[in-house]
């Protein structure tokens, strides 16, 4: 999902890829090179899911982002009593076109997102905007000095009263990752996050808390030879500090998208791969990062992309994506669960003729018999047909839930 993207392109992998989905991802050879976010808001009509968070079993956030007179504002939708009920969200008065990319809920009245906004022209700049309960209201978030651009990637709430926040900021088609703090749901502080010695470009894609002392995020960077590496930094007791996995071998390059961590030093990252074969295909892998050492988890032969992660419990999570067949233009939603050994593919439904393309992007639990994942279908081969999409587990079958389209 998320790979270092021209600052253009705004919101990291999964925001170019989204608009240009309505035809599935293929080989990487295929990929749509187009920032696919400003086509998108021109021709209108799409409506997805990129992230959702559920504090308790009886209520979830999901936001993203719809088409809606000529501009892109955000969307956002609660789950509340077993129904999807959509809620507006105010845009900046310079730069209607808002993108959320993420949101965490530390509980039903607490929830913040995190994205950027922009105009017809750009530039692309920070945004968060806080929930109380009942409405959205922008929180300041500046921008880092000098940056020609900023946006924000992940966020994690583990309390009411703190966030953390990860994004890319810079000048020209170059980025450096950036953090932030968010507490006391007033004040808006940049923090320092080390990077790779000698990175031309690094990014945190993935954000996960498991309380406010004990942080991970994930991402990736490139080298002086333009080479994509895996990224990792721990946030713990207020101070950064890197935590270098390996790319995988065998695999062109490797990519970071989730993390969670279900214990102070217990977290599963998931992501993708690019093989080395001729037709340069993703496969999704995990990673464990435990006893202060990553391990490979796993890493799925068929063509596939992990682009969210929820960990319940220490030994339980569930990763979602999607899969696609090597010749054909249409996704499959990819749900699978791991018990702390092995990794088991799940059956998402699936939705029906002709909207027979499903991207799976986030997934929350909140117990081992309780998630909810969220994204978006389509109809293969036809542009701007996307429509939100979300399922929910009871620990036994995923069952398609019915989400408004505004």
Request: some cysteine; aromatic content about 10%; glycine content about 8%.
């Amino acid at each position: 999902m998320r790979s270092p993207r021209p600052a253009s392109a705004a919101t990291a992998l999964f925001s170019v890829m989204v608009v240009s989905l309505t035809g599935a991802l293929a080989p990487a050879s295929a990929r749509a090179a187009a920032p696919a976010k400003y086509a998108s808001a021109a021709r209108g009509s799409n409506d997805f899911f990129n992230s959702d968070s559920c504090p308790t079993s009886t209520f979830c956030m999901a936001v993203g982002e719809l088409n809606k007179n000529g501009h892109a504002p955000a969307l956002s939708e609660i789950l509340t009593k077993g129904h999807w009920v959509t809620r507006s969200v105010p845009s900046p008065s310079h730069g209607l076109n808002v993108f959320a990319n993420e949101v965490s809920c530390a509980s039903r009245r607490s929830c913040l997102f995190v994205g950027d906004h922009f105009g017809q022209q750009g530039p692309d700049t920070n945004l968060a905007e806080a929930w109380n309960g009942s409405s959205w209201r922008v929180v300041t978030a500046t921008n880092p000095t000098r940056a020609t651009f900023s946006l924000l990637t992940d966020v994690a709430c583990p309390t009411v009263s703190f966030c953390l926040v990860v994004g890319q900021a810079g000048k020209g088609s170059r980025g450096q990752d950036a953090a932030y703090t968010w507490t006391n749901r007033k004040t808006w502080r940049q923090i320092r996050v080390p990077r790779p010695r000698r990175a031309r470009a690094s990014t945190l894609a993935g954000l996960a808390c498991f309380n406010a002392s004990n942080c991970l995020a994930v991402g990736n960077w490139t080298n002086a030879k333009g080479r994509s590496l895996p990224f990792a930094a721990r946030w713990h007791d207020g101070r950064w500090k890197l935590l270098p996995p390996r790319a995988i071998r065998g695999q062109r390059l490797t990519n970071f998208q989730a993390v969670s961590c279900p214990a102070a030093t217990r977290c599963i990252a998931v992501g993708n791969t690019e093989d080395n074969a001729r037709g340069e295909f993703f496969h999704a892998f995990a990673e464990v990062w435990s006893r202060g050492k990553w391990h490979l988890s796993t890493l799925r032969h068929p063509p596939s992309l992990f682009l969210g992660v929820s960990c319940p419990a220490p030994n339980r999570c569930f990763a979602s994506g999607y899969t696609f067949p090597s010749k054909t233009t249409f996704a499959h939603p990819l749900i699978e669960t791991w018990n702390g050994r092995f990794w088991t593919t799940q059956h998402p439904v699936e939705t029906r003729a002709p909207r027979r393309g499903d991207i799976l992007p986030h997934v929350s639990c909140v117990s081992r018999s309780h998630c909810e994942t969220v994204g978006f279908s389509f109809r293969p081969g036809v542009k701007n047909t996307d429509r939100t999409l979300a399922e929910t587990w009871n620990g036994r079958r995923w069952k398609l839930l019915t989400t408004p389209n505004p």
